[in-house]
T-cell receptor, first 113, second 109 residues
Framework: DTAVSQTPKYLVTQMGNDKSIKCEQNLGHDTMYWYKQDSKKFLKIMFSYNNKELIINETVPNRFSPKSPDKAHLNLHINSLELGDSAVYFC????????????FGEGSRLTVL | GQQVMQIPQYQHVQEGEDFTTYCNSSTTLSNIQWYKQRPGGHPVFLIQLVKSGEVKKQKRLTFQFGEAKKNSSLHITATQTTDVGTYFCAGIRGDKIIFGKGTRLHILP
């Protein structure tokens, strides 16, 4: 049983397209996150949700819109994709926002051509 | 803003040699976490340090949290090929987790 699962694992698309990445956790955690990891391996937080409420939004362009239909799901929709959006996107969850260990999904590698 | 600096960025060691990565925060942290990411994999939690001056061991890995709770280190004794990967520290202050840029460890056989 995968604790934090993301789909799709790989995504190749053209500039200007819109795409979504889905994330689900079966750990019963209250807090979920999206992280972006660029080619240099830097891990940067994008969003954090606690019980479906947005807690952290780290200067991410408006083209990125997270949606949390319930506390077990946090999806990421990206409009008008740009070359610089190419990265690995990791979903993560934790028991308590900011203090508990993070459980990461396996990542979704997005390539924008 | 709050920053977490991690050095070195890269480290090549011969198998059997020791390895250390260091993490420094510009502000006092409530706690610090360490993660390991294997090549092609996702970050996996290793440990959390909470107390000032805390030292924890996991087999060949030793983790330290500084007295001022602003720095931390991870030391691996007698590295093995399975230690290959990127090691991240993550400083926690309030409800914010700030990741260091990671240290990529390469093991030469």
């Amino acid at each position: 049983d995968t604790a934090v699962s993301q789909t799709p694992k790989y995504l190749v698309t053209q500039m200007g397209n819109d795409k979504s990445i889905k994330c689900e956790q079966n750990l019963g955690h209250d807090t979920m996150y999206w992280y972006k990891q660029d080619s240099k391996k830097f891990l940067k937080i994008m969003f954090s949700y606690n019980n479906k409420e947005l807690i952290i939004n780290e200067t991410v362009p408006n083209r990125f819109s997270p949606k949390s239909p319930d506390k077990a799901h946090l999806n990421l929709h990206i409009n008008s994709l740009e070359l610089g959006d190419s990265a690995v996107y990791f979903c993560a969850s934790s028991v308590q926002g900011g203090t508990g260990e993070l459980f990461f999904g396996e990542g979704s590698r997005l390539t924008v051509l | 803003g709050q920053q977490v600096m991690q050095i070195p960025q890269y480290q090549h060691v011969q198998e059997g040699e020791d390895f250390t990565t260091y993490c420094n925060s510009s502000t006092t942290l409530s706690n610090i976490q360490w993660y390991k990411q294997r090549p092609g994999g996702h970050p996996v939690f290793l440990i959390q340090l909470v107390k000032s001056g805390e030292v924890k061991k996991q087999k060949r890995l030793t983790f330290q949290f500084g007295e001022a709770k602003k720095n931390s280190s991870l030391h691996i004794t007698a590295t093995q090929t399975t230690d290959v990967g990127t090691y991240f520290c993550a400083g926690i202050r309030g409800d914010k987790i700030i990741f260091g840029k990671g240290t990529r460890l390469h093991i030469l056989p």
